[in-house]
């Protein structure tokens, strides 16, 4: 899609009737500031994403398809848009994008505005169904060898604290010993430590002792094994770390 009219008006309070659209027939969608040329922020209430999820990525210019997204993290932010809607609309959008600058945008989106918003869900079923739901286009990402490798690198900075937040230690642990393996993709010792502390967050009862058969001497590895050991400790254990610190 290409915009068929551009209006250019000055702002006239909180809001600001566009008397230059009258009489026009009613468009299917409308992006305020499309040239990018101020700050604009966008009202995206969950009810109308339905109306835009087939033809977003129909949008010629890309920068508009990046402003939308960054308009979408507002709404979610402000509580305008429902996290669960947000997701599903999310998930669906993904793979239909072919821009890696918008992915990026998208990326940025789940990273500031949706894992937050995640992680804060009271009820632990639904945080763990929709953590489960938006961990799925991330794993397809990572064994996707189209998708250029850095967005698959970046992928694993997404997947592996969603399915921390999915309570998924099975798929955790197969990572960490490589049971489960991506192209071009090597498990090195940030990444390994990274998957530890999920599952140490998860108090799973393995962590520990790979934790401990970790061969990194180096400062952070040492601090790494330190966090890992404090959060599986019991609380007595916990008062002997606090007195000793």
Request: proline content about 5%.
């Amino acid at each position: 899609w290409q915009a068929t009219k551009l209006i250019k008006t000055d702002y006239e309070g909180p809001k600001t009737i566009l008397k230059l659209s009258e009489g026009l027939d009613c468009p299917l969608l409308i992006m305020p500031n499309a040239t990018d040329d101020d700050y604009v922020k966008i009202s995206w209430p969950s009810d109308q994403l339905p109306r835009i999820q087939n033809d977003l990525s129909r949008i010629a210019d890309p920068i508009q398809r990046t402003l939308f997204w960054e308009s979408l993290g507002w709404a979610v932010e402000d509580g305008e848009a429902h996290l669960e809607d947000v997701i599903r609309f999310t998930i669906e959008q993904i793979p239909l994008e072919q821009d890696y600058a918008v992915l990026g945008a998208i990326q940025q989106f789940i990273q500031n505005r949706v894992i937050d918003q995640l992680d804060a869900i009271p009820d632990r079923d639904l945080r763990m169904k929709l953590a489960k739901q938006l961990a799925v286009p991330f794993q397809k990402m990572l064994v996707d060898t189209k998708t250029a490798k850095d967005f698959r690198l970046l992928a694993f900075e997404f997947y592996i604290p969603l399915l921390g937040l999915s309570e998924d230690r099975e798929t955790l642990a197969q990572v960490y010993e490589k049971i489960i393996v991506w192209p071009e993709f090597t498990l090195d010792q940030p990444r390994r430590w990274k998957v530890l502390n999920q599952l140490a967050a998860l108090r799973d009862n393995r962590t520990l002792a790979w934790a401990k058969a970790e061969k990194d001497l180096s400062n952070e590895g040492t601090l790494q094994l330190r966090g890992i050991e404090a959060s599986l400790a019991t609380y007595a254990q916990k008062e002997i770390l606090i007195t000793l610190s």
